[in-house]
């Protein structure tokens, strides 16, 4: 949201159970989507929309913010992510107090 907002770009949010097809074509405004809920939807099935279906990589790429890279990163869910575009990535993971173990009294 920061980020295409910073862009000038307008956008609503939408949920939903399931992604269709027709369910997103009645949205007749929109020129394009990102969704967020598997990386693997716009991947597999993203032809089978009107409008493009991107990432939040792809999206990224569109608003100038990373370079497209050769390896396509499919690593949305890795703790190890290569960019800010996934929600495990250092800059999007709220910081942690640390723990205290509490050691187990013997017996």
Known sequence: QEKLTAAGKRFIIVLLSEIFPAKLAQFEDVDAWVQVACPRLSIDWGDAFEKPLL??????????????????????YAKDSLGPWTVNNAANVPPRKPRTDKKAKPS
């Open 55 to 76: 990432t939040p990589y792809e999206l990224n790429v569109a608003l100038d913010l990373v370079s497209w890279q050769i390896v396509y990163p499919m690593d949305f």
